[in-house]
Structures are given as C-alpha cells and as structure tokens.
C-alpha cells in the first residue's frame, strides 16, 4: 500500500516528503490510520546526528502518534477495525525475564518489530526503510503490533492522546513510578518541556508539597505553574542549585528530575538534592554531552533510558542505578554495627549507616541528631519483628519518635 511519509536520509539535512509503501499487517500486527503525531526530541537527536539509532538505511522517524485502526492481523485479539490507539514506545513480548518480572518497559525480547531477514514493513520501490521504535508516526499510516498500542476511548481527542505516546508516559512515569516519590515531599524539575511539564503533574498527582520548575524560558516557566508547579527559576538569571536551595530552607529536594539530557542540568540535579534525595534522568536516546558522562562521584555514567543517579550522603559522593540496583561509590564509610550472619540487615539513615543483627544484639543508631526530623529511615532485610524492634528501641532511647509501617516482606520502615 502506498503512502505519504516524512523520510530522514541524511545528518543535518530536512525529512522529505516521500511515497512510501507499507506492508499488510501480519499475525498480530495492526494497521493504524494516523491521527496526530507529537515532535520529539529523540526524533531530532537523529537528524542531528547524535543519536544511537543505526542511519544505515533511510528512516521515518515520530514515536507519538495516535489513530484509528484500519485492519488488523490474523491473530489480532485486542483492538478491531475503528478502535483508537496511542501508539506505545515500550513495546512488550510478555514472555520475557522482565515482563514476567512485572517491568514490559524493560522489555529485552524485541518482539514487537520485524526481524532483519524478514519482509520490511516500510519500503520504498524494494528498498528497505527503517522503522523508528517500532513506530514511524511521521506518516499517513503505521504498522505496529498489537503489544505496541493502547486502546482509548474514542471520546478522547486524538491530538491530545498522542502525547500520551511518550512525553506524557516519560514524565509522569518518572514521578509516580520510578522515582519512589511519597507525599509530601519535594521535587525539582529541570527543564520544563512536554517531558518535564508531565514530570510536573507527576508530582502533583503524587502529593509533592513543593515542586521546582527550572528552564530558561519564562513562558514554559509560567506553563508549568498552570500545570502545577509551587515555585519556579529561570536559570538564565539565577543560579539553579542555589535558588533551589533557599525555596527549600537550605535542605535542598527529595527528588530532582532532569528532562533535557544534558550533563550541566544533571550535575545541577544532583547538587539541589537534600541528604538521601534522588536524581533522576529520564529522557532517552543518548542526548547531547550524556552518553559516557561522568556523573556520579566515583565516575559511574548515567546509564540509558531507564536511568538514575541518586545521592545518599551528604556530602558525601553520590550513587548510579540501573533498573533500581544501586552500584556504590561512596568513599566515606559511617560508624556502624555489624550486620547478620547473611551480611544483610544495613540501612541508610541519612547520613548514618545503620547496620544490625536480627536477634538479640545491641542496637545503636550512629550519633543523637544524626537524622534530621522528618526523615525516612528504611530498614530492610530483616527476617522477624525482633531484629526491627531492637533497632526501634535503641533509636527511642535516643530520643526519635517512631512510627513503624511494613516496608517488603523482609524488613519494616521507620518514619521519624
């Protein structure tokens, strides 16, 4: 079938308006007839040339797109001709070690595309195209598989929905899901485009008591106070990490996000953090300046995606995450006490290192007034009441009020 589709060919140089051809959907693909597409800056990251995408083959780029199906493949089960869909990014196969594990995001099979031997689904005159993200919105029509669209109800505008795609998901994913905010607490949001405005209302959602806005546009500024921004700075006329610091009495934030990809704003994330506070990147593409940046104190990249640098002690050196598994590089060590027989049993408290045997030993905290008030302290892995209510115990008699709620199955979490 033939289309009209925004074609890249070449770095630094504009798409062109081509004929396509687009295949017929197979098995469990479908084809979508497309409504709206977002522009984002991942589909510019490729004409410039910064990209991680392969530029081997010309490509139509768009990854948030929505549209109304038009056929559907053989084995099709979810959506019917005139459903509308938003076209999802994260595709998944189900299958896998981390879809089974409750992550499609983090999907590792690539079973929504086509494989490299098989008939493209984008060609031109029998040339193959490639297929931005599985998606290519940036056309009349997209053939994606089912695991790659989300059904809508149709009285919802498909303008609108389509930024749902990506920017929306990114940003208030990062806020509600990825981040660990809790209510009350405090965010920064470094950049404040489609993808820091839904880290925004992110965190509205999520019950932030105060949320930071820091761009150097006014107008994106005042659009993220309508959306809900409690305070914001324009880092072109203030210094971010200071401002940031003095709307937050000096203790800095509990989570600080950076939207734009780019190394000064995320070394500005990490430095408004308040003690224990994390920083998150999630943009995607390996943007300007980020692949291969150092970071983190101990010089630990920001790895891609899925990403986070988080600061745990203060001042101390800072933390890199992958996929929520912390890789130390502290380089100062807290007092402690030892841990149990399994070496587990240890527990950030601020700027305290908390260890501690399940049964029966004494149980101190590090210093009195370590921990500031209204602390978290999560202690974790251990495998009876008794282990956490000896270190509750010894923290009361230290004069903290407690408050002990379950934390996992293996251990409890103090709020204080």
Not at 24 to 51: F, I, Q
């Amino acid at each position: 079938m033939e289309m009209t589709a925004a074609v890249f060919r070449k770095v630094q140089e504009p798409l062109t308006i081509e004929s396509v051809e687009i295949d017929k959907p197979w098995g469990r693909e479908v084809l979508v007839r497309t409504a709206a597409t977002g522009v984002c800056h991942s589909d510019l990251h490729v004409v410039d040339g910064v990209g991680r995408f392969p530029l081997d083959r010309p490509i139509v780029l768009g990854h948030e797109g929505s549209g109304v199906v038009e056929a559907v493949g053989a084995d099709v089960t979810t959506v019917r001709p005139g459903d509308h869909v938003v076209a999802c990014l994260s595709g998944f196969c189900g299958s896998c070690e981390q879809c089974l594990g409750g992550h499609p995001n983090l999907c590792v099979a690539g079973f929504v595309t086509r494989g490299e031997s098989a008939a493209p689904r984008l060609s031109q005159r029998g040339a193959p195209f490639r297929q931005f993200i599985g998606i290519s919105s940036y056309a009349e029509r997209m053939l994606l598989h089912e695991n790659s669209i989300v059904k809508i109800d149709p009285d919802l505008p498909l303008d609108r929905a389509a930024l749902v795609g990506c920017g929306v998901l990114t940003g208030v994913g990062a806020a509600l899901r990825s981040s660990g905010l809790e209510a009350g607490q405090t965010v920064a949001v470094f950049g404040c485009g489609g993808v820091g405005l839904s880290i925004v209302q992110g965190a509205r959602i999520g019950g932030a008591r105060q949320i930071i806005g820091v761009d150097v546009f006014d107008g994106k500024l005042e659009m993220a106070k309508r959306v809900g921004a409690t305070h914001v700075v324009n880092s072109s006329k203030d210094d971010p990490v200071k401002a940031v610091r003095a709307l937050t009495g000096g203790a800095g934030v509990d989570h600080a996000f950076e939207a734009v990809g780019n190394t000064t704003l995320v070394r500005q994330a990490i430095e408004s953090l308040a003690i224990r506070g994390t920083a998150r990147v999630p943009v995607d593409g390996h943007p300007p300046g980020v692949q291969g940046a150092d970071l983190a104190d101990g010089r630990q990249p920001v790895p891609h995606g899925h990403s986070a640098v988080s600061r745990v002690l203060s001042p101390g050196p800072a933390l890199a995450r992958r996929d929520g598994h912390a890789a130390r590089a502290a380089r100062r060590h807290q007092r402690s006490i030892p841990g149990d027989e399994s070496g587990r049993g240890r527990a950030d408290c601020s700027a305290v290192q908390l260890n501690s045997k399940y049964q029966g030993e004494r149980h101190l905290l590090s210093a009195p007034g370590a921990v500031p008030a209204g602390a978290l302290v999560r202690i974790v892995a251990f495998r009876t009441w008794s282990g956490m209510g000896h270190v509750a115990a010894g923290m009361a008699r230290q004069g903290y009020d407690l408050q002990l709620t379950r934390y996992d199955e293996k251990g409890w979490r103090a709020t204080f």
